[in-house]
């Protein structure tokens, strides 16, 4: 029962159907039996495969009759014990590697049908189909069986009882609402009056006249039917709506999506991501129109601004110590003008503000999406659906036994299969875990690191050649190759973490599909996570602070010193990385994973199948639904989807104090996303199992803990990595009027030019025209001519703890904030709660008045009986009102 | 129909019967009607009023005929809306005082009882007992309406299946534990095999084939039976366990508590406050245990701390500055050496550790409560209870409606009567509530800072006094006679607080009685919580901060100069300051407000009813056991309880670091704790509603915040009021050999006395024997010396920049380590969620095979048609197996 499941190749459900349920009959495109009356519920493919490639395939368990034997005497059992195990296509693809004899395969797959036939399905089967080598399936699920599985699955069904949700005066904001934002939600004509809401209850036969069955062949619609036959081992089928098509089309990006379709195409699961995709995107809009503000603001103030016109002004005449060893001279602070200026554009109080308002941003994000899914629970009707029904759902993995036979076999171990793997078996794979996850953190730094050198070289080499043109340059060239080789080594190390993350998962043998995704998906993020922040926490926190100082600089491989910023320059090297890698890494991903490569995929799909193109396109017109299908690429899960955007998250959110313009970034590249996941499941890929769920899973802890981490993130940023703090230190303790007027001085160290170490100093030291004696630096330390020359001053240290009472405060002001926010919002939307309470009463009192109907009867009955025999009084129960209670006085 | 309920003064369950369920019959104690045949489920109080009390009390509302009225169609309207408030006692109790004319009353008695005979229960009535003016009417639930509510309520019922727990070889460790703890468990001889659990579903009449009805009367037990009639708008009776009294005794402390049993009599959500408790002392052992080690390590330690040999080493002859100004003069070192050694118990390296610990320790307690409360409601079937039950019981205040009536009477617009009240209705409430906590938390604040000045005052008038044997005593008198202030301070405004908070949030009118407990608790709360601990973050972090400098020192009100803490001192005043209000703030709570007032308040109801000793035993003898009960205290809930243990909890957690003994001192206390509740809950009080609950509420939250703010409260604790960032600073930055030689000399700034204020000097300059140039003070600043003399010093910036990264660093690495434990814990314990799925899958069995017997009849039902009539072959749905595959090759 287990492996029969395997045995079909391709479980394929029906797609793109363009009929709307219980539409007219089309027989040639047949979502019927060939009788024309009972519905296609589902259809299995499977190979009927050549000779050749059953010899080459099944090569290495063959003749090891061992084997076979045991997994046939452990599937007997197991089926006994009653296990329900759920193949996924993800994991059915995988397991078109474990192969077996053809007729073995015959065997088991008749042994599956008759499984099926006994189930009450029905089958059909179409092994003369156009495709070659192809057979095909056809199940229908007739009326007592989907009746039975959907009380198994205690299926909220709509009762007769119609809820006609009171329109109150206080749900006028709502009303207007809609009423405004009417011509952003799309053209569907709703089925029944938006405002009424049937009544559901858990489905129960004997309750059958609660349930509205005036149409008996809708009443369990097409996405119920699938997961009931699904729940029967095998997988869904459900017509596609016409109207989807609008959904996925770039043109509509400003209108809301049909949700409630995608649900009924996709299912809950998949409803669920885009309506997550929507709120996030949705909330990203008044982050991005304040963070443009924010930017514009920073426009506004630039000439205002003190300091970077202290820097400008070229009457301030300041010479600052050279950059780098020998090769660079000294330079005057006049010529870091335009960093400077650039810089106030994300540097200025404004950040500060819009960092803690991203913050509060993130937790209302987190608050909104929780009553969203509330709201949607409650309209899926999936508010009962907890506890209980995931640890039912939460089914061993099919390939678990598979893995557990692998690993026992190895360990000689066989008692162990009936019982669970112990700790001793599980810790070589949770050890290799460990080290290869350590291995590849490590990896990522010694790559980012590896980046560093590079620049470091290349500026040097740059530095000294001779050809002045090469050297004007240098900047540019060396910042842009090394953004392009860093992007391009996290796009590359993004595929590769993320198979490395499988494989990993996989030796674990996890013993079901969620802890197996669960595991996956947590492997995948700290990786993938590591691998796209680790440059950019560099850049924020340790570029230009591991410099040491002039006469005692900091070297690194030899002789290579340490790279500087520019003044003012870390925090602008910063906003160019996150911009490049925010746009690279969406453009390219977007075009050409998620577009270029599944439509490769199927063109190669279709060659194998060794057509040519005149044949095709008559094939195309005479081809099956179900067969064209099968050209189609499989469904590999939303992780990939979801991760994509956990980590666009992470960048709006961690660094958005150095970079106010990624919510912007983020909400441009969100619009087209919706769109193109959306193309990309209606016309790329089969379509995918409607799968129950009730929330997103782990991504909403990972949100969580994102959101937690990017409070102490922007804190340290606007601390350490901005000059905010040194500023308001400035201002407040030290500045003789109260302004910024002299702070760039206060900034900067002074150092006496006869200090250098020999070989360091510049080549050309008149480069500027004239002899530099005392040349700056930016740091605070005691001046040449202090009693402790070059060492850290008061005021650093008054500036340091500054800098850490901000981080302090910043954290958990905001940290304060956002759980008082938390608390403030409630979980559950008020007309929700409002609402379930109501029907909760009318369920109670149609049951109620069901039971004195039934009561009447009885005593009716009873009195008619009596009639006949007045004996049957002292019957139990005893009935009430026969003994009225005695009113004493 | 609401208001029917408050015509029943006392709505008391019985209690005490000392009867197990179904044993024989007693028919003088009467848990049966007169005919000895129907159980009495229920007993319903009243009073029968005296004419001259009705005239008295009814007259706020007397002749007001609209309002009268009004309430009668209120009241039909709301019945048909079908809303069902329930009135707990404490609310109950209120209600007395809501008053209607006696004959109304009566009326209305009738009214309620015809509806109670309507819903299918029975009645008996007894106005004849022995408590004068008193009426009693028994209620008994027939089995049809126990099945009908068992069906509404979805209660979990066990069915015939059971589930025989596989003993799995790795619950050896479980096995081995509970034999271990075997003497610590109390004696219950277990009614069923402990291993053995029945399998429970929702209980349905139309499947009562699939549950264990061999015996009727015991299949609902007491317990349910009670919150069935309960759910019929009324109280609940139980009989109680004869060994529920070895629970209540406190020579059984060491011994687990039966929790099953408590749960049984009382209910889930008492039975979860003692399991709530018994966990949290369980915890409070090995967290005690290691603040033991701790302590005893700061006494073996205390002869090698090299500060405190410096300080009593009178070699050094440090002279210090004076503490006050005029009265006191200069001092020697030395002369602290006691209070530095004694400081040094608390404030060592392990006690950094230990405060990381405790924090650990709280997460740790967080999750096995969760785990713990899991596990209970898997054993109390409360699994599938949750999200709607919780929105079932969210009834409406029974208070709620002649609130909202008092509210609009007031404002004119009765039409609002209907829908609910706006937030232009509740926003007087709300600011009174703002103003009234804000006023009171500033009261607090002035109250202490009342203790201060008082403090102040008395030393400095001491300090004046010519009577020497006053002046020795000086510190002792005002440290003593202060905390005994503060002591007496909190707990008298410990009861006013709590009385405020109830008033303000019945000004509030919140709708249900669930949200109406929740506000209530948050309120009082914060005002307890404020008032417990504005006095010892005083001492914790502005004792000893606000004095300024010498020569230029910090002065309130007028002369009074703040005080000072000796060398090392503050330290020891916060442990003191705990230690009494531990100690003090239990002690009394415990004797005089747990056990001393309800025996005096039994008293005088006893008294109150005009009976002298004599006809009282006569009477001890004759009464019904629930006309003795009328005598006890009402119960009036848990928060009371909780709300003494969070202060606790705050204890322990919050000031961990500065007093490492506060969990042994919780651990005691508590030990007793559970017996006094159990003793109070078992005899002192009227048995309370069995009131279903799945978690502990609003308190599990308030314990999450207090372990957040104990973490960051800790972090400051060490940096700023211990002496350990200083020590680490002086030993890795200015020792010259690495070790703490010379810290102490460090530690202490320079001040030249004729820099002293005129007025502030001395009168004793020549006290020590020899004239002071420069005295010491605990400070870094420069000395007078130095070109900028008693500014602040780099080292003192330096320090400062330590002391505040030590708090980033502790604070997030607890937190993430927090996080991580939290992560790492599953909230399910492994064995309960297989347990759990066992029983799902089992569920499924047993549902298919009836499903294959049925078919199977019908099979056979259809074969005997078909001799009958061979024609009825297209009948509908298609039988499975009609139509046969087709295997085309």
């Known amino acids: 029962m287990i492996h029969m499941i395997l045995l079909f190749v391709f479980l394929q459900p029906m797609k793109k159907l363009y009929l709307d349920d219980g539409s007219s009959l089309h027989p040639h495109l047949g979502p019927y039996f060939s009788d024309g009356q009972r519905r296609v519920d589902y259809v299995l493919a499977y190979e009927i495969e050549k000779p050749s490639s059953i010899r080459h395939r099944s090569s290495r368990f063959s003749g090891n009759k061992f084997i076979q034997r045991l997994r046939r005497s452990f599937n007997r059992s197991s089926s006994r014990a009653a296990l329900h195990p759920k193949a996924d296509p993800e994991i059915a693809a995988q397991e078109q590697r474990t192969d077996y004899h053809e007729d073995d395969k015959r065997f088991r797959r008749e042994e599956f049908e008759e499984n099926l036939l006994e189930m009450g399905l029905e089958l059909e089967k179409d092994e003369r189909s156009k495709i070659p080598e192809m057979g095909f399936v056809k ?67 004997e309750k059958q006249h609660l349930f509205d069955l005036s149409d008996r062949d809708r009443f369990f619609d097409s996405k119920t039917r699938s997961s009931i036959v699904y729940q029967i081992l095998k997988r869904t089928r459900c017509t596609k709506a016409k109207y989807s098509m609008e959904w996925a089309c770039y043109s509509v990006f400003y209108k809301y999506q049909p949700i ?29 129109i304040i963070g443009v503000i924010v930017f514009l603001y920073g426009c506004a103030t630039v000439d205002d601004n003190i300091p970077s016109m202290e820097i400008c002004d070229p009457r301030n005449n300041i010479t600052m110590c050279p950059l780098c060893d020998h090769a660079c001279s000294y330079w005057e602070l006049v010529t870091a003008c335009g960093t400077a200026r650039a810089s106030h554009l994300f540097d200025n109080a404004a950040t500060v503000i819009f960092s803690i308002f991203m913050a509060l941003w993130a937790v209302l994000f987190m608050e909104h999406w929780k009553r969203r899914q509330m709201r949607l629970n409650y309209t899926w009707d999936l508010t009962g659906f907890g ?66 050198l590079y620049r470091i070289s290349i500026k040097a080499a740059l530095h000294m050649s001779n050809y002045p043109a090469a050297r004007s340059n240098i900047r540019a060239t060396v910042k842009t190759t090394a953004a392009i080789i860093n992007l391009i080594i996290i796009i590359i190390l993004d595929e590769i973490y993320g198979s490395i993350a499988r494989w990993l998962t996989t030796l674990e043998v996890p013993k079901t599909d969620k802890s197996f995704e669960e595991r996956l998906i947590f492997k995948a993020f700290i990786l993938k996570f590591a691998n796209a922040f680790t440059p950019i926490v560099y850049l924020a926190f340790f570029r230009g602070r591991l410099v040491g100082r002039p006469g ?85 899960g939303l992780s990939p989807e979801y991760m994509e955007m956990i980590i666009q998250f992470g960048m709006v959110t961690l660094f958005v104090a150095s970079f106010p313009l990624a919510p912007l970034f983020a909400l441009l590249n969100n619009i087209i996303e919706i769109r193109l996941d959306a193309k990309k499941f209606v016309t790329e890929l089969r379509r995918p199992i409607a799968v129950k769920a009730k929330d997103i899973g782990i991504w909403y802890n990972i949100l969580r803990g994102l959101s937690k981490v990017a409070v102490i993130v922007n804190a340290f940023v606007i601390s350490f990595t901005s000059d905010f703090i040194p500023r308001l230190v400035y201002q407040h303790m030290f500045s003789p009027d109260g302004t910024l007027h002299g702070f760039v001085n206060h900034s900067l160290s002074y150092f006496n030019v006869t200090d250098f170490q020999p070989g360091t100093e510049p080549v050309e030291p008149m480069h500027l025209g004239y002899k530099v004696e005392i040349c700056r630096y930016k740091d605070y330390r005691e001046p040449p001519w202090s009693s402790t020359p070059y060492q850290l001053s008061k005021d650093f240290w008054a500036i340091l703890a500054a800098r850490l009472a901000f981080v302090i405060v910043f954290q958990n002001v905001v940290m304060l904030m956002s759980d008082f926010v938390d608390w403030l919002i409630p979980d559950i939307p008020k007309d929700i709660s409002v609402q379930m309470h109501k029907e909760k ?49």
């Open 139 to 205: 199940i229908h699920a007739p009326w007592n069986v989907l009746c039975r599985e959907a009380e198994f699955m205690k299926l909220k069904m709509p009762t007769k009882k119609v809820l006609n949700p009171s329109t109150h005066h206080q749900f006028n904001v709502r009303q207007f609402i809609h009423k405004v934002t009417a011509p952003l939600h799309p053209k569907i004509e709703p089925s029944r009056p938006q405002n009424v809401k049937s009544l559901c209850h858990p489905f129960s036969r």
């Open 387 to 452: 506890e209980e029904d995931s640890t039912h759902t939460a089914h061993w993995r099919c390939c678990y036994i598979s893995d557990l036979l692998f690993i026992s076999f190895f360990h000689f171990h066989f008692m162990c299969l009936c019982v669970k793997l112990t700790c001793t078996d599980r810790m070589p794979a949770y050890l290799t875990t460990m080290v290869t996850m350590c291995f590849l953190i490590v990896l990522t730094f010694a790559i980012v690191f590896g980046v560093i």
């Open 260 to 288: 409630g379709l995608i649900r009924k195409y996709f299912g809950e699961k998949i409803g669920l991501y885009f309506a997550w995709l929507g709120v996030y995107t949705q909330m990203l809009i008044p982050a991005a």
């Open 552 to 636: 005692k600089y900091l070297y690194v491989v030899g002789s290579y010193r340490m790279e500087e910023c520019a003044h003012a320059g870390c925090l602008m090297e910063l906003c160019i990385q996150l911009c490049i890698t925010m746009l690279g890494k969406q453009l390219i991903q977007n075009n050409l994973f998620e577009i270029g490569i599944p439509k490769l995929k199927k063109l190669l799909r279709r060659r194998k199948s060794d057509l040519d193109s005149k044949q095709e396109e008559e094939l195309n017109r005479t081809m099956q639904r179900y067969e064209k299908d099968h050209f189609l690429g499989p469904f590999v």
């Open 841 to 889: 009463i009318l369920m109670v009192e149609v049951f109620m008045k069901e039971e004195q109907g039934k009561r009447l009867a009885a005593q009716d009955n009873q009195n008619q009986d009596k009639c006949a025999s007045p004996s049957s009084d002292n019957q139990s129960p005893p009935q009430p009102r026969s003994r009225p209670i005695s009113h004493a006085n």
